[in-house]
C-alpha cells in the first residue's frame, strides 16, 4: 500500500478509539467513523510497518450496524467515537473490549457479566470542561479534535444538559463583551483557559468554574451577573487558578467569586457536597447501579472496609451503612474535606478519611491495628501505583473490589495481584460513557487460601 491510493475494504471489527478494522495481504488497516460489516473504498493516509491508516472515501454497502449521526460535529470533536453506530453495537463491542482485555493482559478467562446499558445515552454528563481557544480571530469554546490541540467549537454538546449551552453562551458573550484575553499554548500568553460546569443530576444545583492564570479577572461582577440571569440554578461560581505550562486542567487554588464554592447532589439515598475539585462520577443514574455492583461484591455486612481512592466519599458511604466501618483514603486534600462533610450531612458515624497517599495510610493504620476485610479501588484511568498494589498485598484483605474506568490497566494490574495471592471471582462491565470510548468496570477478587 502506498499513501493516497484508493483500496476497497471490508471492515471487519471496531477498536475502542472509534476506528473500523480491515485487512489488505495481512495488514491492518483503521479507518475512523466505520463500523463492522462496512464495505467501503478506502484511501490511504499513513502507512507504517505493520498497520496503516485510511479514511472513507465511499461507502459501497453500510453495515446494519450503521446510523446516520446526529451531531455536525462528529467526526471532527474528539468527544463522541460511535456516534456513526446503534448502541446495541457500542455496548457489544465494549463488553468485548473488557473480557479480551481481562483474559489477554490479565488471564482471567472466567465470568464476565453482560454489559449494563446507560440509562441516558444523550444529556448524561453531570461535568463538562470546555476549552478556550483563539482560532482564526474568533473564539473557540467546545473540545479537542482527536490528538490535537485545536479546539473544534461545539456549545451544545448532545452528552450535556441543554443548560450548559445557555450558560457558555452568557460566558462567551462576557468574554467578548470585555474582550477579556482568552490563553495561548503556543506563547503561554492569555488569561481564560477553560470553562468547566458541574450539575446536580437529581438537585439541579449548578457550579460554574472558571479556569485562569492569574488570581483577578477583570469584571467578574458582571460575569456573575450574567451567568445567574441566564441559569438562576446557578449555586456557586468560582475561579480556579493554573498558572503552570501544563496540560493539567485545574490548578490547586479555587476562589468563590459567588456562593460557596459548592453544589450538593444526591447519589443512593445520601445527599453529597461537591467542590470544583472533587471527584464525582459524571454519569450519576449509572453510578448507582455501579455502585450497587460494587456493595453486592464488597459483602459488607459487619467489614471493615477500606475505600482508596475515596475522593468525596461516595463509594465508601454508599456501603457505610451495612459495614462495621469505612475507612477512605485520598490525596487530594479538598475532597477529604468534602468526604467529612459528607460523612456529617448523611449522619454517617462510622467512617472517617485520612489525607495520605495509600503508603503512608498504611503505616497509619497497620500501627494502630487496622485489618480491613474489604478493600475498594477506585483509581484514574492509569490504574493502581505500584505502591498502592503493594499496600493492598500488604493488608491482604478477604475481598477486593476494583472500580475501573480502563479495562486495560484494570487487567495489568489484576495480573500483578493474582500473582500476590488473589483470584478474579467475577467482573462486570458498565457503560458510564456512551457514544465515547470508555467504559467502567467493576472486578470482584479474593485472596486464594493459605496465600
Known sequence: MKKNELIPLSITDCTLSGSGVG??????????????????????????????????????????????????????????????????????????????????????TGTVEPIEPSPKVDGYRNKAQYPLAMQNGK???????????????????????????????????????????????TTRRGLLRHVYIR????????LVCAVATRKELPQKDALCDALLRAAPQIRSIVLNVNPDDTNVILGKTCIPLYGDGYIEDELCGLRFRLSALSFYQVNALQAERLYGKAAEYAAADGATVLDLYCGAGTIGLSMARRAKAVIGVEIVPEAIRDAKENARRNAVENAR??????????????????RPDVIVVDPPRKGCAPEVLQTILRFAPERLVYVSCDSATLARDVAVLQQGGYTVQSAAPFDMFPRTGHVETVCLMSRVEGK
Open 23 to 108: 485487512h489488505v495481504d495481512g495488514m491492518a488497516v483503521l479507518v475512523p467513523a466505520t463500523a463492522a460489516g462496512d464495505e467501503i473504498t478506502a484511501q490511504i493516509v499513513k502507512v507504517k510497518k505493520t498497520y496503516a491508516y485510511a479514511i472513507v472515501r465511499e461507502i459501497r454497502k453500510a453495515s446494519a450496524d450503521r446510523i446516520e449521526p446526529d451531531c455536525p460535529a462528529f467526526p471532527k470533536c474528539g468527544g463522541c467515537l460511535f456516534r456513526h453506530m446503534t448502541y446495541g453495537a457500542e455496548l457489544r463491542l465494549k463488553e468485548n473490549q473488557v473480557r479480551e482485555n481481562l483474559r489477554r493482559i490479565g488471564g482471567y
Open 139 to 185: 473564539l473557540s469554546v467546545g473540545f479537542y479534535a482527536p490528538r490535537s490541540h485545536r479546539v473544534i467549537d461545539c456549545r451544545d454538546c448532545r452528552l450535556q444538559p441543554p443548560v450548559f449551552e445557555t450558560i457558555l453562551r452568557a460566558f462567551t458573550d462576557w468574554i467578548e463583551t470585555f474582550d477579556v484575553p482568552v490563553y495561548d499554548e
Open 199 to 206: 450539575r446536580g443530576e437529581r438537585t439541579g444545583e449548578i
Open 353 to 370: 478519611f485520612l489525607c495520605a497517599d495509600a503508603a503512608q495510610a498504611a503505616e497509619q493504620l497497620l500501627g494502630e491495628g487496622v
